[in-house]
C-alpha cells in the first residue's frame, strides 16, 4: 500500500530558529514529490522535487530529495511568525496524490 | 479566473439533505481533482477528472457521492443523503497538465452535517 509519514507531527520552536520538516514514502510508481504549506486556507504550494540531490530554494525554505532512501527534507531558516502552519508533503504516483498527514509547525515569538 | 473558485465556502445541512459543491478550476486547466480532508489530517483523494473524463472515481467513499465535469471546465461534487460522518472540508485542485505536477487548490467547500 502506498503510503507517506511525515515527521515531526507537530514542532514548536523560537523565532529565528531553524527547523527541518521530515517526509519519507513508498509507492508504487513515485513520479515527483511536492511540499505544501496549509495555513487556514487551501495548501499552496512550495516545492516540486523529482530528482535526487538537488536542492530547491526559494528565499529561507528550501529542499531536498533523496530517492534513494525514498524521503525528503524542507528546511527553513530563521523562523518567522508567519511561517506557522501545517507542512504537507504529497508524493504523485502516477496521477494520484498520496497525501501525509501533515507537521504542525508553531512559531513564538 | 486568477485561481480556483469553489463554493459554496460554507454549508450546513441536516442529515439526510442533497448537496452540491461547485469547482471553477483555473482556465485551460485540464486536471481536475476533489479531495476531502478531515481536521487535522491530509488531504484524501476522491476522484479526478481530466478534461470532461472521470479517470478515477476510486476515493468516493459510497455511491451516495458523484462527481461530474460535463464541459470539461467547472466541476460538481454531489453528495446525497448526506450523514454526519460526511462533515469535512472538500477541495478542488487543478492542474496544467494531465498530470499532478503542481496542483492549484481552491479554499474548499466546509460542509458540516449537523
Known amino acids: 500500500e502506498d503510503k507517506v509519514v511525515q515527521s515531526p507531527l507537530s514542532l514548536v520552536v523560537h523565532e529565528g530558529d531553524t527547523v527541518t520538516l521530515n517526509c519519507s514514502y513508498e509507492v508504487t510508481n513515485f513520479r515527483s514529490l511536492l511540499w505544501y504549506k496549509q495555513e487556514k486556507k487551501a495548501p499552496t504550494f512550495l516545492f516540486m522535487l523529482?530528482?535526487s540531490g538537488i536542492e530547491k530554494k526559494s528565499g529561507r525554505l528550501s529542499s531536498i530529495l533523496d530517492k534513494k532512501e525514498l524521503f525528503s527534507i524542507l528546511n527553513i531558516t530563521a523562523t518567522q511568525t508567519g511561517d506557522s502552519a501545517i507542512y504537507l508533503c504529497a508524493v504523485n504516483s502516477n496521477y494520484q496524490l498520496i497525501w501525509g498527514a501533515g507537521t504542525k509547525l508553531i512559531i513564538k515569538p | 479566473g486568477a485561481g480556483v473558485s469553489q463554493s459554496p465556502r460554507y454549508k450546513v445541512a441536516k442529515r439526510g439533505q442533497d448537496v452540491a459543491l461547485r469547482c471553477d478550476p483555473i482556465?485551460?486547466?485540464?486536471?481536475l481533482f476533489w479531495y476531502q480532508q478531515a481536521l487535522g489530517q491530509g488531504p484524501e483523494f476522491l476522484t479526478y477528472f481530466q478534461n470532461e473524463a472521470q479517470l478515477d472515481k476510486s476515493g468516493l467513499p459510497s455511491d451516495r457521492f458523484f462527481a461530474e465535469r460535463p464541459e470539461g471546465s467547472v466541476s460538481t461534487l454531489k453528495i446525497q443523503r448526506t450523514q454526519q460522518e460526511d462533515s469535512a472540508v472538500y477541495l478542488c485542485a487543478s492542474s496544467a497538465s494531465g498530470d499532478t505536477g503542481e496542483l492549484f487548490f481552491g479554499e474548499g467547500s466546509r460542509l458540516t452535517v449537523l
Open positions: 523529482t530528482s
Open positions: 482556465s485551460g486547466h485540464v486536471s
